[in-house]
């Protein structure tokens, strides 16, 4: 096994990371919004995706590689943006770069990523995605283009299910306030995480360095109103075409549910869609990825690249999404539980997890090809 045998799932690591690192921390990665009924129907609902077994099938050989834009990847698998990664373990972003790089699996960065995005491009050289929240200025948003495209990222991805800062509770509770305020409660719950406090002593705190030429982050007193203000509040089609015209590589729209934001989105020559929402941290109400992957037309399916996240969690995850005609599955929160859970080696441990599982399940299913997974197993 190439991973620790006291943490041999994601679901063990997530136990662990809750120990390891200070709770605004741990809330703010973990917690879906209101009543998290969205963050637990991401999960009941995979768990109910059941798969035929197919024997009398030699599956002593499986290959795990996925197409994705003209790229082949080793794995199905791709690790989805997540704001203030660092947060949760400092080196967590620069790690997973370099963890993705070496098994040859997308890492997309976020725009409130907090490590140079000049950086991430040289760690991850073959395998580095930007995603994008719109800045509403435009020559913003075309200077940021400008820098993905000279530091040669791979595939850019615009997320649009954030019309509205979410409102959530644990982290208003926790007094998670950015800039960060040395509250006694906030150094109380650093002082109970020594590794954790080492580390991110020796790194700094995390700051959005991204996005320090485009205003005086280091002197606003509220964040959530500068971002406010910085970016757009519902993001247009209209806007979407523009970048089109502005990036000629492989472009995705994350955060769509809908068939018809999705046909939309399709026609105006969009090359994929990471159909999530968000991991359950926006709309309480939402439907889960599954639900939305079944209310999808066949031939949306196969005309578009559809990437499915929200709720992965095991190898046996990434197989489901595929049946349900996904291309590859992604996850946030089981790379970071990961990092939390195993410090810099943890990008590593998780991904060969996920290349365990999803072997043996591809072996029990008879599926000896992922690209060549399909409904016929469910
Ligand atoms: C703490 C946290 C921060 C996130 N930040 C971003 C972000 O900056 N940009 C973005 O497009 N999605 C962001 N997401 C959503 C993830 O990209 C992804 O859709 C979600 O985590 C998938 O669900 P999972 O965590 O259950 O795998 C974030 C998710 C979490 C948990």
Same mark, same amino acid.
């Given at each position: 096994?190439?991973?620790?045998?006291?943490?041999?799932?994601?679901?063990?690591?997530?136990?662990?990371?809750?120990?390891?690192?200070?709770?605004?921390?741990?809330?703010?990665?973990?917690?879906?919004?209101?009543?998290?009924?969205?963050?637990?129907?991401?999960?009941?609902?995979?768990?109910?995706?059941?798969?035929?077994?197919?024997?009398?099938?030699?599956?002593?050989?499986?290959?795990?590689?996925?197409?994705?834009?003209?790229?082949?990847?080793?794995?199905?698998?791709?690790?989805?943006?997540?704001?203030?990664?660092?947060?949760?373990?400092?080196?967590?972003?620069?790690?997973?770069?370099?963890?993705?790089?070496?098994?040859?699996?997308?890492?997309?960065?976020?725009?409130?990523?907090?490590?140079?995005?000049?950086?991430?491009?040289?760690?991850?050289?073959?395998?580095?995605?930007?995603?994008?929240?719109?800045?509403?200025?435009?020559?913003?948003?075309?200077?940021?283009?400008?820098?993905?495209?000279?530091?040669?990222?791979?595939?850019?991805?615009?997320?649009?299910?954030?019309?509205?800062?979410?409102?959530?509770?644990?982290?208003?509770?926790?007094?998670?306030?950015?800039?960060?305020?040395?509250?006694?409660?906030?150094?109380?719950?650093?002082?109970?995480?020594?590794?954790?406090?080492?580390?991110?002593?020796?790194?700094?705190?995390?700051?959005?360095?991204?996005?320090?030429?485009?205003?005086?982050?280091?002197?606003?007193?509220? *964040?959530?109103?500068? !971002? $406010?203000?910085?970016?757009? #509040? &519902? +993001?247009?089609?209209?806007?979407i075409k523009e970048i089109r015209a502005l990036w000629d590589g492989p472009l995705l729209v994350k955060g769509l549910m809908c068939?018809?934001?999705?046909?939309?989105?399709?026609?105006?020559?969009?090359?994929?869609?990471?159909?999530?929402?968000?991991?359950?941290?926006?709309?309480?109400?939402?439907?889960?990825?599954?639900?939305?992957?079944?209310?999808?037309?066949?031939? *949306?399916?196969?005309? !578009? $690249?559809?990437?499915?996240? #929200? &709720? +992965?969690?095991?190898?046996?995850?990434?197989?489901?999404?595929?049946?349900?005609?996904?291309?590859?599955?992604?996850?946030?929160?089981?790379?970071?539980?990961?990092?939390?859970?195993?410090?810099?080696?943890?990008?590593?441990?998780?991904?060969?997890?996920?290349?365990?599982?999803?072997?043996?399940?591809?072996?029990?299913?008879?599926?000896?090809?992922?690209?060549?997974?399909?409904?016929?197993?469910?």
């Amino acid at each position: 096994m190439k991973y620790n045998l006291r943490m041999p799932a994601v679901a063990d690591m997530e136990r662990h990371a809750k120990k390891r690192i200070p709770r605004f921390a741990w809330e703010y990665l973990s917690s879906g919004i209101s009543a998290e009924l969205g963050l637990q129907r991401n999960r009941t609902h995979l768990e109910d995706v059941q798969l035929w077994p197919r024997y009398l099938t030699d599956v002593g050989t499986i290959d795990t590689s996925c197409d994705l834009f003209g790229h082949k990847y080793d794995l199905g698998l791709g690790i989805s943006p997540v704001g203030l990664s660092n947060m949760m373990w400092p080196t967590a972003e620069r790690e997973l770069a370099k963890a993705a790089q070496a098994a040859n699996i997308p890492y997309t960065l976020s725009t409130m990523g907090t490590t140079r995005l000049e950086e991430i491009a040289k760690l991850a050289p073959d395998v580095a995605w930007y995603q994008l929240y719109v800045p509403r200025d435009r020559e913003v948003m075309k200077d940021i283009i400008n820098r993905v495209k000279q530091a040669k990222y791979k595939a850019l991805v615009i997320t649009v299910d954030i019309p509205v800062g979410a409102k959530r509770d644990k982290e208003l509770k926790n007094g998670l306030i950015l800039p960060f305020k040395y509250t006694p409660r906030i150094v109380g719950q650093t002082l109970r995480c020594p590794t954790w406090l080492m580390k991110t002593l020796s790194q700094g705190i995390p700051r959005f360095i991204n996005l320090e030429p485009y205003g005086d982050l280091k002197n606003i007193k509220h *964040l959530s109103e500068f !971002l $406010t203000q910085f970016f757009m #509040s &519902g +993001v247009t089609l209209e806007r979407i075409k523009e970048i089109r015209a502005l990036w000629d590589g492989p472009l995705l729209v994350k955060g769509l549910m809908c068939q018809k934001d999705i046909q939309q989105c399709h026609e105006i020559g969009i090359d994929g869609v990471v159909v999530s929402n968000h991991g359950g941290r926006q709309l309480d109400g939402a439907p889960s990825s599954v639900q939305s992957m079944q209310q999808l037309d066949d031939k *949306l399916k196969s005309d !578009l $690249t559809i990437i499915m996240d #929200s &709720g +992965v969690r095991t190898g046996l995850d990434i197989v489901r999404c595929k049946a349900l005609g996904a291309k590859a599955a992604f996850s946030g929160r089981s790379f970071l539980f990961a990092m939390a859970a195993a410090g810099d080696d943890g990008g590593r441990q998780v991904i060969e997890i996920f290349r365990d599982e999803m072997t043996r399940t591809m072996q029990q299913i008879g599926c000896t090809q992922f690209d060549a997974l399909n409904d016929s197993w469910l």
